[in-house]
């Protein structure tokens, strides 16, 4: 087509979401590509349900007052002086740490359900059978990870956080945005590697056994989510006109720069700070330093697992960051160091592992090899 939606490729032919009548065409049913059959097929390799407690059971008990969720270094707010010692002086570190892991979680739930709702937008749109019945499978899958991350967070805290207001418009600008290219990248590419940064890094750091079963089980379905984009972009990107090709790098590199100044934002915890007798204004403060120092941003970004580390090798492999937005993303990761590491993604090993766990239930006496590079 040749329109917004940049599609280079029949796959992802796309139609107008209310027009119904494209998809009773004829010469339609017979068309079915065959470029997704392999991540389609595997859909029961990697099948789990959070209501089944035989894969996951949320009854587990975890003594929210005395044990914290994550270790102070994953707490951005306790590397400011005037919060630690704070907390630490009046013992509210615990129940701190495991307010700002209530507030990680629910950012959690929210794209989760952001990322189902797209899948579903994509069935009213893309008009090939197998692409239409890949975005089907992810709707499903989708479904799920909003149920057992609502089922998480009720089962530690009661009730999820509001999403963030950053978070909450781009997940609106992708689900309603027309144009094809905006919904892969925004959702196949920068949430869910958003998503597989903080997965990882969950099920690394995490000291609740109950979560890190949770980030493992979700990273089985993601990973071949994530794949889905890869396709889009191994097919469309080399294809695309100079024009079309800066108009799609800026706006992942306006997306990126969205996410890493505010998807934390400290302004929006203000009422947290005060609840716990903090200044949110001194807190507030304390963090932007942080952040602003290059050192320290730097230092956090070399982990592997770092979320924002995650989505520039995402753009990176997908051949979304050329000479011209390269300097742009060197100033947060080293460029060389990322290109060498190769295309293998974080959490690859820890999805692997996690479809050997759900075999070993669902084919207790046929287990099968399934690799989540299937395509």
Same mark, same amino acid.
């Not at 749109?125 to 499978?137: C, I, M, P, T």
């Not at 990761?333 to 290109?339: G, P, T």
């Given at each position: 087509?040749?329109?917004? /939606?940049?599609?280079?490729?029949?796959?992802?032919?796309?139609?107008?979401?209310? +027009?119904?009548?494209?998809?009773?065409?004829?010469?339609?049913?017979?068309?079915?590509?065959?470029?997704?059959?392999?991540?389609?097929?595997?859909?029961?390799?990697?099948?789990?349900?959070? @209501?089944?407690?035989?894969?996951?059971?949320?009854?587990?008990?975890?003594?929210?007052?005395?044990?914290?969720?994550?270790?102070?270094?994953?707490?951005?707010?306790?590397?400011?002086?005037?919060?630690?010692?704070?907390?630490?002086?009046?013992?509210?570190?615990?129940?701190?740490?495991?307010?700002?892991?209530?507030?990680?979680?629910?950012?959690?739930?929210?794209?989760?359900?952001?990322?189902?709702?797209?899948?579903?937008?994509? &069935?009213?749109?893309?008009?090939?059978?197998?692409?239409?019945?890949?975005?089907?499978?992810? =709707?499903?899958?989708?479904?799920?990870?909003?149920?057992?991350?609502?089922?998480?967070?009720?089962?530690?805290?009661?009730?999820?956080?509001? &999403?963030?207001?950053?978070?909450?418009? @781009?997940?609106?600008?992708?689900?309603?945005?027309?144009?094809?290219?905006?919904?892969?990248?925004?959702?196949?590419?920068?949430?869910?590697?958003?998503?597989?940064?903080?997965?990882?890094?969950?099920?690394?750091?995490?000291?609740?056994? @109950?979560?890190?079963?949770?980030?493992?089980?979700?990273?089985?379905?993601?990973?071949?989510?994530?794949?889905?984009?890869?396709?889009?972009?191994?097919?469309?990107?080399?294809?695309? =006109?100079? +024009?079309?090709?800066?108009?799609?790098?800026?706006?992942?590199?306006? &997306?990126?720069?969205?996410?890493?100044? /505010?998807?934390?934002?400290?302004?929006?915890?203000?009422?947290?700070?005060?609840?716990?007798?903090? +200044?949110?204004?001194?807190?507030?403060?304390?963090?932007?330093?942080?952040?602003?120092?290059? +050192?320290?941003?730097?230092?956090?970004?070399?982990?592997?697992?770092?979320?924002?580390?995650?989505?520039?090798?995402?753009?990176?492999?997908?051949?979304?960051?050329?000479?011209?937005?390269?300097?742009?993303?060197?100033?947060?990761?080293?460029?060389?160091?990322?290109?060498?590491?190769?295309?293998?993604?974080?959490?690859?090993?820890?999805?692997?592992?996690?479809?050997?766990?759900?075999?070993?239930?669902?084919?207790?006496?046929?287990?099968?090899?399934?690799?989540?590079?299937?395509?």
């Amino acid at each position: 087509m040749a329109d917004g /939606n940049i599609t280079k490729d029949i796959l992802y032919d796309a139609v107008a979401p209310d +027009d119904f009548e494209a998809m009773l065409e004829l010469d339609r049913y017979g068309a079915r590509s065959t470029a997704f059959d392999k991540i389609i097929s595997a859909t029961h390799d990697h099948f789990w349900d959070p @209501l089944d407690p035989k894969y996951i059971d949320f009854s587990a008990p975890w003594d929210m007052e005395h044990e914290a969720l994550l270790p102070d270094d994953q707490v951005m707010s306790l590397q400011v002086p005037y919060v630690r010692e704070h907390l630490e002086r009046t013992g509210q570190k615990v129940k701190f740490i495991n307010e700002m892991s209530l507030w990680n979680f629910s950012s959690i739930l929210h794209g989760e359900q952001g990322a189902l709702n797209l899948s579903a937008s994509l &069935c009213h749109v893309l008009k090939d059978q197998g692409a239409q019945e890949y975005a089907a499978n992810q =709707t499903r899958e989708e479904a799920r990870h909003v149920t057992a991350f609502a089922r998480y967070i009720k089962a530690r805290w009661g009730r999820p956080r509001p &999403c963030g207001a950053t978070l909450q418009a @781009l997940l609106v600008d992708i689900i309603h945005a027309p144009e094809v290219y905006k919904k892969i990248i925004g959702m196949q590419m920068l949430v869910e590697g958003l998503a597989m940064g903080a997965f990882a890094t969950g099920y690394q750091t995490n000291r609740d056994p @109950l979560a890190r079963k949770l980030f493992q089980l979700v990273m089985t379905d993601e990973a071949f989510h994530h794949k889905f984009g890869k396709i889009w972009a191994d097919r469309t990107i080399p294809k695309m =006109t100079q +024009d079309e090709r800066d108009t799609v790098e800026d706006w992942a590199a306006h &997306c990126f720069q969205s996410l890493l100044f /505010n998807l934390g934002s400290p302004v929006q915890q203000a009422q947290v700070y005060r609840d716990f007798g903090l +200044d949110p204004e001194k807190v507030i403060e304390g963090i932007r330093e942080f952040i602003q120092n290059d +050192d320290a941003r730097r230092e956090r970004l070399k982990s592997q697992t770092n979320i924002f580390r995650v989505l520039i090798k995402t753009l990176h492999n997908a051949g979304l960051i050329t000479a011209r937005t390269r300097g742009f993303y060197a100033t947060y990761v080293d460029m060389d160091e990322l290109k060498a590491e190769g295309e293998k993604m974080v959490g690859d090993d820890i999805a692997e592992a996690g479809i050997a766990y759900l075999q070993e239930i669902n084919f207790k006496d046929r287990a099968r090899p399934v690799s989540i590079a299937a395509e």
